[in-house]
């Protein structure tokens, strides 16, 4: 059966399973499902991008509603802020020129006290990224941020943030004839922000969908470099790849292309990335080792210079997946020997009823965890991730959206809340730090 990424209609029944419990004894605990509340309406989009950073969750409702009357489905996001056992939402933020299907959201990045949203107006237009600052409790939108000169077709597709380096992914994907992608970083000076450099990568190709997926933070270690990791799905027949990007003085210079073992066409490696520390891991939703778009991730880790100073570190999926799972159509790397990957397309079989087609699921592995032999890479840690206690939905994509810091945020964009359905909803779980890392895997 055919599916796409990601589909907010069709008929969304609720059946009685619940969540996969953990396979391991490492767990994640599990905080509160977040919904938009009296805002929530169907195909409303809650958690089709989320963002997390300290103790904050920023949660993108694409088509969410704005004030005035009549209201405007032209996006919103919510922040919420974890105050012990709970979370609450600390503000909701729109567009200052809201306007009718704009997507304002489409994409996030939070760092800080800094928060970066992607908005992308009527048909054709290449979008802009505002920029909000929190002081105490109160988020303040101090800038708007647009792509200079974007090839024609081309827009903002993804965004990343950290200090006072704002990255955008710039593309128009990977249609037949597009031009590349890029990805330009822009520097925050006296309280400006300034194009400093435009970012290609050296093999640069037509419809390569580089920058769709971003993703930036420093290194380990005294002296630690900011590195970026960027995404480009479409690459060489859609095999993909993800090119490291290391900052020398005022300077982003390309450091290595990573590519999946054995690639092949329509892999999409790079339509989800995530940097910490000196661990990269990437997705390919659409890998088809011994299954249709089952998907796999590949993780490098940092251990050398040179040339070719990422290393593989090891690669899940492919296999052990079924069709149409999406594995790794979102990651995140809570820490830099813990990857959360979300599982969109996954269907999940209850012990009585039918298929719950599309419910999604998410995972958490971790490397060098005491008792987990370095023979097994990457171990899996909780296959479940999420409510344990609510029932699975069909179709509601749960592990579209994934990030992780302190908190772990995933996203079903297409899931039931009640009174509302295919509303969306986040589940955030606090992400288990006592994991007892008792040695490195090489």
Same mark, same amino acid.
């Given at each position: 059966m055919a599916r796409s990424a990601w589909r907010i209609g069709g008929c969304a029944a609720i059946a009685a399973l619940l969540l996969a419990a953990a396979a391991g004894s490492v767990q994640a605990q599990f905080l509160q499902r977040l919904t938009s509340g009296v805002f929530a309406f169907e195909e409303g989009g809650y958690g089709v991008a989320v963002a997390s950073s300290g103790d904050r969750v920023a949660v993108s409702e694409l088509l969410g509603l704005t004030g005035g009357a009549p209201p405007v489905a032209g996006g919103a996001v919510e922040v919420w802020r974890?105050?012990?056992?709970?979370?609450?939402?600390?503000?909701?933020?729109?567009?200052?020129?809201? !306007?009718?299907?704009?997507?304002? /959201?489409?994409?996030?990045?939070?760092?800080?006290?800094?928060?970066?949203?992607?908005?992308?107006?009527?048909?054709?237009?290449?979008?802009?990224?505002?920029?909000?600052?929190?002081?105490?409790?109160?988020?303040?939108?101090?800038?708007?941020?647009?792509?200079? #000169?974007?090839?024609?077709?081309?827009?903002?597709?993804?965004?990343?943030?950290?200090?006072d380096w704002l990255l955008l992914g710039v593309t128009a994907g990977g249609a037949a004839g597009a031009p590349p992608g890029q990805v330009q970083a822009w520097q925050r000076v006296a309280g400006t922000w300034t194009l400093r450099q435009v970012l290609v990568p050296l093999d640069s190709s037509?419809?390569?969908?580089?920058?769709?997926?971003?993703?930036?933070? &420093?290194?380990?270690?005294?002296?630690?470099?900011?590195?970026?990791?960027?995404?480009?799905?479409?690459?060489?027949?859609?095999? !993909?790849?993800?090119?490291?990007?290391?900052?020398?003085? @005022?300077?982003?210079?390309?450091?290595?292309? #990573?590519?999946?073992?054995? &690639?092949?066409?329509?892999?999409?490696?790079?339509?989800?990335?995530?940097?910490?520390?000196?661990?990269?891991?990437?997705?390919?939703?659409?890998?088809?080792? /011994?299954?249709?778009? /089952?998907?796999?991730?590949?993780?490098?880790?940092?251990? /050398?210079?040179? @040339?070719? &100073?990422?290393?593989?570190?090891?690669?899940?999926? !492919?296999?052990e997946t079924a069709a149409f799972d999406r594995f790794g159509g979102a990651l995140a790397l809570a820490t830099p020997r813990d990857v959360v990957i979300g599982i969109p397309g996954r269907d999940l079989v209850p012990p009585v009823g039918p298929v719950l087609a599309d419910a999604g699921a998410a995972q958490r592995r971790a490397l060098g965890v005491r008792g987990s032999p370095c023979a097994v890479p990457w171990s899996l840690q909780v296959a479940g991730l999420g409510n344990p206690g609510a029932l699975a939905q069909a179709e509601a994509r749960f592990g579209f959206a994934v990030d992780a810091d302190r908190l772990v945020a995933i996203g079903a964009p297409n899931g039931n809340v009640p009174g509302v359905g295919r509303a969306g909803f986040v589940d955030v779980s606090v992400h288990d730090r006592l994991l007892d890392h008792d040695f490195d895997c090489p």
């Open positions: 974890r105050e012990g056992a709970q979370l609450v939402r600390e503000q909701r933020l729109l567009s200052p020129l809201p !306007g009718q299907g704009h997507l304002f /959201g489409i994409g996030l990045a939070m760092a800080g006290e800094r928060l970066a949203v992607v908005e992308r107006g009527a048909s054709g237009s290449a979008g802009k990224v505002h920029v909000f600052e929190r002081t105490g409790t109160v988020w303040q939108h101090v800038a708007e941020v647009f792509p200079a #000169l974007p090839p024609a077709g081309a827009g903002v597709a993804s965004v990343a943030l950290h200090g037509d419809g390569d969908g580089f920058g769709l997926r971003l993703a930036l933070a &420093p290194g380990e270690g005294a002296g630690a470099v900011l590195r970026l990791v960027a995404g480009a799905p479409f690459r060489f027949g859609a095999r !993909g790849a993800a090119y490291v990007f290391a900052l020398a003085g @005022d300077t982003w210079q390309q450091e290595q292309r #990573l590519l999946l073992s054995m &690639p092949a066409a329509n892999d999409r490696l790079g339509v989800a990335v995530a940097i910490r520390g000196d661990t990269v891991a990437a997705g390919a939703d659409g890998d088809e080792f /011994g299954t249709a778009h /089952g998907g796999r991730v590949g993780v490098w880790r940092r251990t /050398g210079s040179g @040339d070719f &100073p990422w290393q593989p570190a090891g690669e899940f999926g !492919g296999a």
